[in-house]
Structure formats: C-alpha cells, structure tokens
C-alpha cells in the first residue's frame, strides 16, 4: 500500500472520462485544476467527469482548485516582441501605454512604492533580469543585467521584495466562489506571503459557511520568512518551486524544500512537493534518473504528496508519468526506516491530548507490529495527528463524513473510508472494524490498534486507544500463560474420550483436567478448561508444563468443535475462531 499520495494536474491531455479513468487506477489520489487556465465551463466539465468516473471505480479522489493569485506582469508591445540587450536601459511605468524598446507598462500600479533602487527585477521566469537605477513618479528606470527576447504579459518577480499586493485578485474571488458551488475540497493559495493572506481567504469561505481547506502556496522569500505564522492559519503547504525558484536563489530551493517539510510534519499538516518532478515525462515515456531521485528524497524528507502538472495535464504520456511516480514512491517507502522516524519525533506530544495519545498509538503499533491504525474520526484532526509520526502501519480513518474522506485522501498514510455515524464506544468500535474489513485492509486475526474519542461523535476529544485482535471471540476465561498459539480443536470430556481421538487436534478442550489426562498431553499446545480457579487441577498441569491454559472458560466443550482451527490468547483469557495475531 502506498502511502505517499499523488497530486494530478487535469488539463487537456487528462480531462476525458477515459483519460481519467486511467490515472485513476495509474495510483491519482488528487485531480487538481489550475485556475491560471481555462474557463469555468472548462473546469466544471472536468468536475463532473472527475466525480462520475471516481464514483463508477468507487475511488475517493478528492479536487484541488488551485488559484491563479496576484501577480504582477508587462503589459504589451506596440511590436508584439522586443529584444533587450545586456547594459541597455529599459523603463517599467505604472503608465497605461503601450510598449517598445526602451519602455513597457505593469500591471500593478504600486510598484513604484515597493522597489527601490539597487532591486533586482525578474521578467519571464528570470530570462530577463533588470537592476533598479531610479524611481521618478510612474517610471522605474532599470539597467539591463540580462537581456534577450521580451514579448507581451510576460510575468515579473520582485526577489527580496515586499509587496503590497492584495491576497486575492477579483479573479482570484470569483473561482474561489465557483470553487464552493462545485464543493471542491481543496483551494492551492497561490503568491501567499504572510498569515494575514491567508485570512482574507478563510474569511470568504467563512461568509459562505464551506469547510474548504486551503493549502497555502509559498512561492517566494517573504513566504518562507513567515512560514510558521502561515502554517498555523492554514490547513497545508506546496511547496511551489516554479516562482519560488526565480524569486530566491536556485540553490537554496532544496533547503526550503526540506524547511517546509518538516514545518508542516510537525504542525501535523499536509505538505505537497511540486514543480517539474518528471518534467521530462511531457516528453518521454521514461524520466531522467535526477527526476526519479527527486521524487524518492522529497519522500524521503517527509512530503505527504507528490504533483504532477505538465505532465499529465498537457504531456504526451500522463498515465505513464502517474505509474512511474507511483512506483518510486512504493520503492522509496520501503526503504524508509519507520522505527529511525518515530524515535526522532521529539516535537511532541506537549500540546494536546490528541497528540499524545497519537503518539502513544504509534509506539504501541510499532511494538506489536500492528497491522493496521484504525481512527474513528468525525473531523479527520486523528488522522492527521496520527500521520504526522509516520507509522509503518497503514492508517485506516473511519468517518461518517464523506468530504473528511475526501479530505484525508492528502494525508500520508490515510486511507479513509465512509462510515455509519454511531452512538456509543462498542458500535464504533465494531462499524471501524467492519469497514476496514469490507475494504480489505485488515484481515481476520490481525492485531491492530485503535484510537478514537469518547463521547462518541464529538469532534477534537481523541482520548482512546485499544489494543484490538479482529476476529470471533469463541470462548471467554481466565488465562494462564504468556504465549498465544494456534492449533486444532480436540474436546475430550475424559481420559477414554481423549484416547479415542489422540492425534487429532492439538488444543485439548476439557470440562477438567484429571490426573487420568496427563500421560496423554504431549503434542497438546494449549488447555481450554470450563472448571474454575488459578489453583484448579487444570491450571497446576498446566503451569507443570509450561503451556498455556484458560480455565473458567464457560461451555467451551459445547461451543468448540473437533478439528476446530482456533487461537488460544492467554494473556486476555480469550480464544479466537482461526488464526489470530497475539503479541
């Protein structure tokens, strides 16, 4: 089961039920739609066939609308092109004209307020660098560091500066509200530079009462130095290193990568690593080993998802980029060393109960080599919590929220699954268990841990944790012993009885065991005894040969059958129908 999720880029090379069919069960766990293009008859046709064929393969793919936020560019050229040459000057004006070779307009008009002189300024990705000589009204007079061809709306970048731009653009605005009509899950935050940008959007999702959750996209410098206050208002980060690249130097993009990262592991949010990671795949059916080791590290560095966007929204080999990202991922998480992890994971628990008790669910399931983490959650906050230990251990989330689901499906290690909504401890329990079943991701006789809140159905209250065996209690008792063992029913009610069937089964279950028995017990693994007492015949003879007895265990000769495969647990007085996992 992989963990590390994958973020698809939905564009003209994906958007067709047949297309998105195969990414699907390529390994797609979030189809994102890039806002910077296309309308909204475009996107809404693409949520449609998102949620038909996602509901036709019973998938949870939860939608990313991703904006395209404040930006600043050039307005156009009177020749449509330009070319600019090294140690020329150029001016930008907030004036509204249009360009040629020594001037071209922005469209913002508080440039002017923002730069100073000695600023470095970006055009086109970083091709074109200009250096600040002046600034005298709307005109800003630059000295050409970098030349080359210029054509119109091209995109600027400010490195180092602070500017004032607003959090949302009118653009920005309106998808933001297509987005809550069409109930994405997601909203990708594009150009956030401090908590306060963040706000502003939560602001207009609160006005129209959506639990849209906002990933915040940290794309330049001033970003990065406010990254805990933006952590802490948001609900996850991208980590977006197309803009994030030109707007600081190269070289610190891995470094702010690996910041984030663990910024965002220990906050308990999600984190999606970005930008050309099998660039090449737009191309070629098969990418370059840098962009294999670049997937493998960001999952090694803590990501919980992984993005693709050229090339499966406009590549020539989508569903090939969606496999082999998948497979790095599954080799890269073998790899991992889950126990190194969870001992380095000091950071916590000191805030909260949730936490604590998350950590505890960890430890305990590595210890005991759990097969699953099963959390009863009404918001997903568990899952979360749980996730950020990055346990070996798959993390089933049982909700009765179908957007929770939605929502956890970005989460490393989450496998959320819709649940009924229960009223005590004992149904959740069983509706977690029964579901996880049902899905497949536990098995009868599994150890797993569970974690869940009392009183049931209150979000935030995470307070619980069981030790749970999956399977039918047959027989209850007092046990003896330490060791569980597994072996085949043979009920013998006396010493005649026994000899008839000797050789037959391996887990003696008795009414008593008399001293007529005891020549017969070798090759017997376990006692089951309906008579009573730790100092009873049964529990002495047992205790004389070391293997494990339950005495006390009420109609056990009538309730267990000759040939029965069944699971002796001494240590909860238990035994299970078949094989059962006992630590």
Same mark, same amino acid.
């Given at each position: 089961?992989?963990?590390?999720?994958?973020? +698809?880029?939905?564009?003209?090379?994906?958007?067709?039920?047949?297309?998105?069919?195969?990414?699907?069960?390529?390994?797609?766990?979030?189809?994102?739609?890039?806002?910077?293009?296309?309308?909204?008859?475009?996107?809404?046709?693409?949520?449609?066939?998102?949620?038909?064929?996602?509901?036709?393969?019973?998938?949870?793919?939860?939608?990313?609308?991703?904006?395209?936020?404040?930006?600043?560019?050039?307005?156009?050229?009177?020749?449509?092109?330009?070319?600019?040459?090294?140690?020329?000057?150029?001016?930008?004006?907030?004036?509204?004209?249009?360009?040629?070779?020594?001037?071209?307009?922005?469209?913002?008009?508080?440039?002017?307020?923002?730069?100073?002189?000695?600023?470095?300024?970006?055009?086109?990705?970083?091709?074109?660098?200009?250096?600040?000589?002046?600034?005298?009204?709307?005109?800003?007079? +630059?000295?050409?560091?970098?030349?080359?061809?210029?054509?119109?709306?091209?995109?600027?970048?400010?490195?180092?500066?602070?500017?004032?731009?607003?959090?949302?653009?009118?653009?920005?605005?309106?998808?933001?509200?297509?987005?809550?009509?069409?109930?994405?899950?997601?909203?990708?935050?594009?150009?956030?530079?401090?908590?306060?940008?963040?706000?502003?959007?939560?602001?207009?999702?609160?006005?129209?009462?959506?639990?849209?959750?906002?990933?915040?996209?940290?794309?330049?410098?001033?970003?990065?130095?406010?990254?805990?206050?933006?952590?802490?208002?948001?609900?996850?980060?991208?980590?977006?290193?197309?803009?994030?690249?030109?707007?600081?130097?190269?070289?610190?993009?891995?470094?702010?990568?690996?910041?984030?990262?663990?910024? +965002?592991?220990?906050?308990?949010?999600?984190?999606?690593?970005?930008?050309?990671?099998?660039?090449?795949?737009?191309?070629?059916?098969?990418?370059?080993?840098?962009?294999?080791?670049?997937?493998?590290?960001?999952?090694?560095?803590?990501?919980?998802?992984?993005?693709?966007?050229?090339?499966?929204?406009?590549?020539?080999?989508?569903?090939?980029?969606?496999?082999?990202?998948?497979?790095?991922?599954?080799?890269?998480?073998?790899?991992?060393?889950?126990?190194?992890?969870?001992?380095?994971?000091?950071?916590?628990?000191?805030?909260?109960?949730?936490?604590?008790?998350?950590?505890?669910? +960890?430890?305990?399931?590595?210890?005991?080599?759990?097969?699953?983490?099963?959390?009863?959650?009404?918001?997903?906050?568990?899952?979360?919590?749980?996730?950020?230990?990055?346990?070996?251990?798959?993390?089933?989330?049982?909700?009765?929220?179908?957007?929770?689901?939605?929502?956890?499906?970005?989460?490393?290690?989450?496998?959320?699954?819709?649940?009924?909504?229960?009223?005590?401890?004992?149904?959740?329990?069983?509706?977690?268990?029964?579901?996880?079943?049902?899905?497949?991701?536990?098995?009868?006789?599994?150890?797993?841990?569970?974690?869940?809140?009392?009183?049931?159905?209150?979000?935030?209250?995470?307070?619980?944790?069981?030790?749970?065996?999956?399977?039918?209690?047959?027989?209850?008792?007092?046990?003896?012993?330490?060791?569980?063992?597994?072996?085949?029913?043979?009920?013998?009610?006396?010493?005649?009885?026994?000899?008839?069937?000797?050789?037959?089964?391996?887990?003696?279950?008795?009414?008593?065991?008399?001293?007529?028995?005891?020549?017969?017990?070798?090759?017997?693994?376990?006692?089951?005894?309906?008579?009573?007492?730790?100092?009873?015949?049964?529990?002495?003879?047992?205790?004389?040969?070391?293997?494990?007895?339950?005495?006390?265990?009420?109609?056990?000769?009538?309730?267990?059958?000759?040939?029965?495969?069944?699971?002796?647990?001494?240590?909860?007085?238990?035994?299970?129908?078949?094989?059962?996992?006992?630590?």
């Amino acid at each position: 089961m992989r963990r590390t999720k994958i973020v +698809c880029t939905i564009g003209p090379a994906s958007q067709s039920p047949d297309q998105l069919k195969k990414l699907m069960l390529a390994g797609m766990d979030v189809a994102r739609l890039n806002f910077s293009h296309g309308d909204y008859e475009e996107h809404g046709a693409r949520i449609k066939n998102i949620r038909e064929v996602a509901n036709e393969l019973g998938k949870n793919i939860a939608i990313l609308l991703d904006t395209k936020g404040p930006e600043i560019r050039i307005k156009k050229f009177a020749a449509g092109k330009i070319q600019l040459q090294d140690g020329g000057e150029f001016t930008l004006t907030t004036e509204d004209i249009e360009g040629d070779t020594t001037k071209v307009a922005v469209t913002y008009e508080g440039l002017t307020e923002d730069v100073t002189v000695g600023d470095k300024i970006l055009i086109d990705d970083g091709l074109i660098e200009l250096k600040v000589l002046e600034v005298v009204g709307p005109n800003i007079k +630059c000295q050409v560091q970098n030349g080359g061809p210029l054509s119109d709306r091209k995109g600027v970048n400010l490195p180092g500066v602070s500017v004032s731009l607003p959090a949302m653009s009118e653009k920005d605005l309106n998808d933001i509200k297509f987005g809550i009509e069409q109930d994405v899950d997601f909203i990708a935050a594009s150009f956030i530079r401090k908590a306060s940008d963040v706000i502003a959007i939560r602001k207009v999702l609160e006005e129209y009462n959506s639990d849209i959750h906002i990933i915040s996209k940290i794309e330049n410098q001033e970003g990065v130095d406010n990254l805990d206050e933006i952590i802490k208002v948001s609900d996850g980060l991208m980590v977006a290193r197309g803009d994030l690249g030109v707007e600081i130097p190269v070289e610190e993009v891995p470094l702010a990568q690996k910041l984030m990262i663990e910024s +965002c592991n220990k906050a308990g949010k999600p984190v999606i690593t970005a930008t050309q990671m099998l660039d090449s795949m737009m191309r070629n059916p098969r990418p370059t080993r840098a962009e294999a080791s670049d997937v493998a590290n960001a999952i090694f560095d803590g990501t919980d998802a992984i993005m693709l966007s050229g090339e499966t929204a406009a590549g020539k080999y989508p569903e090939e980029s969606v496999k082999t990202m998948a497979q790095i991922a599954q080799r890269a998480e073998q790899a991992v060393h889950y126990e190194e992890i969870l001992g380095k994971k000091t950071f916590t628990p000191k805030a909260s109960i949730t936490d604590s008790i998350s950590s505890a669910t +960890c430890t305990t399931a590595q210890n005991l080599g759990a097969a699953a983490v099963i959390t009863s959650t009404q918001s997903g906050f568990t899952a979360k919590m749980v996730s950020k230990y990055r346990p070996k251990a798959p993390i089933i989330a049982v909700t009765p929220d179908e957007r929770v689901v939605r929502k956890l499906v970005l989460s490393w290690g989450v496998f959320p699954i819709l649940g009924d909504q229960t009223e005590n401890t004992d149904d959740m329990f069983q509706e977690a268990i029964t579901k996880s079943l049902q899905a497949g991701y536990i098995r009868e006789g599994d150890l797993v841990i569970i974690t869940a809140g009392v009183p049931v159905g209150l979000a935030g209250t995470t307070n619980l944790l069981k030790v749970h065996i999956v399977g039918d209690v047959l027989v209850k008792g007092t046990g003896i012993g330490n060791t569980g063992v597994f072996g085949n029913v043979i009920v013998a009610k006396s010493a005649s009885d026994f000899q008839s069937k000797q050789g037959q089964g391996n887990i003696l279950v008795t009414v008593s065991t008399d001293r007529d028995l005891v020549p017969f017990l070798d090759g017997i693994k376990a006692i089951v005894a309906e008579e009573a007492g730790l100092t009873s015949p049964t529990a002495i003879i047992g205790l004389s040969k070391g293997i494990p007895v339950i005495v006390g265990a009420r109609g056990a000769t009538n309730l267990l059958k000759d040939g029965q495969d069944v699971t002796v647990d001494p240590q909860r007085g238990l035994v299970y129908k078949g094989f059962a996992t006992i630590k």
